[in-house]
């Protein structure tokens, strides 16, 4: 049997390894390395950049004053148009008022004379138009927006007390009397709801220059509604400001 023949060349104890692919650990690595350095040095050279460059420039002073200017006489003409609106308002809503303070008596008086039913019909038109009218005003601010709101509501209100009296004309005994009292109690919240609005209406006209504006339906004594406060109508027009008690409650 032949001998085996042992090789004599030399050994090398660390055998050469090939080049590693471009996908292996190592060259991934490296790129990866070499990634991180150049978003550093870009972000480096865009925070120099948004640090040296001019801030963007601000409102132009001019303009914004006169936006505001504008804005502020736009509220001046609504509140003048809102205070004409109730004056109006007012004066066709007073007989409405009176006619039911005569048939149904706040302070439990007797009652006068029943109105007709065309009578009754023609309050309910009288309160039906006055709200279609409150209701194609426009908006504008807070202030003016919630004297506006609560005009509206208590003429709403108002109608529907008028609607209830239309009802109690139509019933007999006893339920006549409970409608009568639901109409009433309408009735004395309707004007207690308008005396706030006229309050509401009071500030909002001092604020624009229009001065004390006192706009409040007939409230019988003990009703709870506020009154008007003790500043002339009128002052405080043209930007000043009149002292009185607005919110007293009457008496």
Known sequence: MPSRQSDDRPRNSRSSAPNPPPGSAPVRRALLAVAAALAI??????GYYLFLREPPPGPDPDRVAELEASESARG????????????????ELL??????????????????????????????????GVAERLSASPSGDTGY??????????????????????????????????LEGVAAD????AVRAWAVAATQLDTVAIETGHG???????AAPGSGALQPDSAPEGTGAHGGSGDGDAGEEGH
Do not use: K
């Open 186 to 189: 309408l009735r004395t919240q």
């Open 76 to 91: 001046v003409e609504q509140v003048g148009a809102l205070i004409d609106t109730t004056r109006d308002a007012h004066d």
């Open 212 to 218: 004390h504006v006192h706009i409040y339906l007939p």
């Open 41 to 46: 040095s870009g972000a480096s050279v865009g």
């Open 95 to 128: 007989p409405v008022v009176e006619g039911l303070d005569t048939a149904l008596p706040a302070d439990g008086s007797e009652p006068g004379e029943a109105p007709g039913g065309d009578e009754v019909d023609g309050w309910a038109d009288t309160v039906d």
């Open 145 to 178: 927006n919630v004297a506006r709101g609560g005009v509206r509501a208590a003429v709403e209100q108002l109608g529907s007390s008028v609607d209830v009296y239309a009802a109690a004309l139509d019933a007999e005994g006893g339920e006549r009397e409970r």
